[in-house]
Structures are given as structure tokens and as C-alpha cells.
């Protein structure tokens, strides 16, 4: 059987029988392997032994509070969907959980339809999630959806953006300015079902506050000083297609309920108007900020963040991505000499040493912004140091180079043997896993600090270990 029709692995975490019981038929025609715990410490001595897929959590145990254990989750970097049951839906409670690192919650009393079908997108949430970390090296692109770029982080959100665009499920991205988010957001939707549809942009940021609610949602004539005719919003001009709102934390707070009602039934009403319009949308959201910040700051409604924040998708500064910088000013400078009709082709060694030395700050809408006014004032068969701005030269440390490889030993390790050190080339599987089970001892037994060291993430030492404990099941 393989990984992608096994059983998913639950568990459920509940001292009630009775409930527990009730949770078990409710999942029991379902492709789960369930395992029932009744307390916090024999939830966390079963997280110990074995990371489940995901844990339906209660909050109120016997011996410890439900948080507790879903802290413990979320601090050790377990790969693992949680969804809190509690009998007290309060949304004090929900945010706290989510704040810890949940997935969603259901408040008792609840059906087994609304237990599947919350279980089920907690699940798909940990596929797309492991598939980040997972995705093969035959896979590396060096385009993808209007991205340049085959740095590991880029390999990340391909695989993100490829797997998020089959569902409706809705996408945030997040990054810097210039980082390329209304980029995702079309890439997202021309590989998604919905290519053939319409894709429709709106800037929260640069739409005036009084006019963005008809913007998105129309009005009718009269409606407001200057609405001279009935006018369609983004919202029906969306419909069987993508709504791309960009800048969503400019969002007026006043509007934002109106909107969370919108994207939670897929129903508005224009502007001045009393009938109720619905339509079918799918939602990509992009910031430039901080989300949880501005939530924190009271400045973007809790609920309205939790509905949209289902897929994250983090897009990361040039200065992260390795030697994509060149691949980026190139494809540039190919395209505005053709427009410009110039005769470029490339850049001389000391152009692309400045280029990896200098921090981009505006990522690739600098890039884009340099190449262009190295093409427009100049001409020859390489762009040549005296073309580009100061700011480059004086921005890019002495003898810098564009990768810096990140190398971090586990302080007081003994080095793995060298393949041939003792004439027999080892198995790189087994050197690794050597290598991580040392690491894990020497940090007595605390996964993410060892992870630390390594220089890779905990859901990749869990991940890995599960494999190795299949296999050895299997031997």
C-alpha cells in the first residue's frame, strides 16, 4: 500500500467514552486508522512514539488543559493537522487554539458530516504541507507560471502553487513588495479548473476607502453622490472565475464583516440595493504585511484572517533565493533589448558578482527597474559596471558572492565517515539517517534543536523517522 492510499492516521484525544464512541462511528466508514487516548499525558507519550497525520484535540482533559498539548505539538514542529473539539465554542477559544497552531475547530454538539468534512480539509492541508517538504529533485524547475527562478525556495512555492490551484480552496500570500504575489495569484488560477473563467484584480490599497465596498460589491444608481448608473463589482465580475484581492489588510475594518459574510456564503448585495446576488468565486488574497500583526493590532478582524489564511503562501525575497537574481535580469535584459532594439546579450562577470553581492530590497521589481534603465541609456554586447546605478556598486559588501551556503554541525559530533574512508561507499540513506538518529541523542532527544543544527526543519526528522519506522515494521 502506498503512502498515498494508506489509511490517514487520527488521533483522537477525549476522556469522555461515550464521545469518543460517537466519533468513532462518525469516522468509521472513513479511510482513517483511528487511535483514542483519554488524557493530555498519554496523548503526548503517543506524539512521542509516532506523529499522527492529524489529532482531534479536547480541550478539557483530565489531567492537563487540551492547549497544553497542542502547544507541545506546535513548539516541537510536529507534522500533524490538530482539530480542537470543545464544548465551549466561544470565538476567545478558537483563536486562542488557532493562535497555538490549529488547523480548525468544531464546537460540541456537532454531526459527523461537520466532523468529516472539517477532518478532511485538515488533512488535505497537511498533504499540500508535506509536499513542500517532500517534492523531488526530478521536479526542479527553472520557470514556472511566470516565476524565473530554480532556488530550492522557489521549488517550494511551485509545488504549493500547482497543488493549491486544483482546489477552491482559498489561497494568502504573503511577501515582501515586488516579491511577485499578483504573479502567484495568476499562475494560481490558470492551473486551476478555472482557467477558462475571468480573473479579476483588486488593490484594497490603492482604492479610496468609501469606494472599495463598490468596487468589489457594484451599486445601483443613486446609491451614493456620483453613482449616475447601475455599476457590476468585482464580485460578479468574478463569478466561475478568481477574485484576487491584493493588499487585503488596507481593507477598511467597517467592510471587512460585509466581506466575511461574502466570502463564508458566496451571497453580497451592491451598494443601495436590497437584493441578495450569489455567485460562485474563488478567493487569493495577497499582503505586504504582517497578517497576524495587524489582527494583534486590531486593524483586521480575527474571523475574517482564519477564513482566508487556508492555503499560506509565502513568496520569499530575492536576497533568499540564491543565484535566481541572474536568471531574472537576464530574461529581463533579453526582453528590453528586443524592445528597445539593442543589441545585449549579456552581463560582463563583474556586473553578476555586483548583482549577487547586493541585497535587492525591491526583489524583482528592482531587478526589473536596473536592467531597464541599463538597457534604455546604453548599448553593446554586455552591460558593463558603469551602467548600473551607484546604488549597486555601493550596496554589494567587498567580495561578496551570491550563495551563502548555510552549514551548521551538531557542536561535539564525530563526523560521519567519508564514503571511501574505509573503501566501502556507504548508502547515503544510511549515512543520513546515522547522521540525524547522532544529532537527535547528542541533543538529548529534542528533535527541533537537532533540527536546528542540521539546518533542517523538525517535520523533516519526524517525516524521515516515520519512514524508517515503516521499514523496519516492514523488515
Known sequence: ?????????????EDDGRQAKLYTAFLGDGPYHLNHVDTGQAALAELERRVPDAVLLDLNLPDMDGLDVLRHISGAGMPTAVVVITADGSVDNAVAAMRHGAFDFVAKPFDGKRLIVTLGNALEHQRLSRLVETYRNDFDRDAFGGFVGSSLPMQ???????????SKATVFITGESGTGKEVGAVA????????GGPFIAINCGAIPKDLTESEIFGHVKGAFTGAVRDREGAALAAHGGTLFLDE???MDLALQAKFLRFVQTGTFQRVGDSRTQSVDVRFVCATNRDPLAEVEAGRFREDLYYRLHV?????????????????????????????????????EPEVTDLMLGYGWPGNVREVQNVVRHAVVLNDGPTVTPEMLPPSIAAGAAPGTTARVRRTADVAGAPAPPSPGEDGVIRP????????IERAIALCDGNVPQAAAHLGISASTIYRKRATWEDGDTAA
Open 1 to 13: 500500500m502506498t503512502a498515498e492510499t494508506a489509511p490517514a492516521r487520527v488521533l483522537l484525544v
Open 156 to 166: 517550494a512555492v511551485y509545488s504549493i502553487i500547482e497543488n493549491a490551484a486544483r
Open 188 to 195: 494560481i488560477h490558470k492551473q486551476s479548473p478555472r482557467a
Open 248 to 250: 487585503i489588510c488596507d
Open 311 to 347: 492555503i499560506p503562501i509565502h513568496l520569499p525575497p530575492l536576497r533568499e533565493r540564491d543565484d535566481d537574481v541572474l536568471a531574472i535580469a537576464r530574461t529581463f535584459l533579453a526582453e528590453y533589448a528586443a524592445e528597445e532594439g539593442k543589441t545585449f546579450t549579456d552581463f
Open 428 to 435: 547515503l540513506a544510511e549515512v543520513e539517517r546515522e547522521t
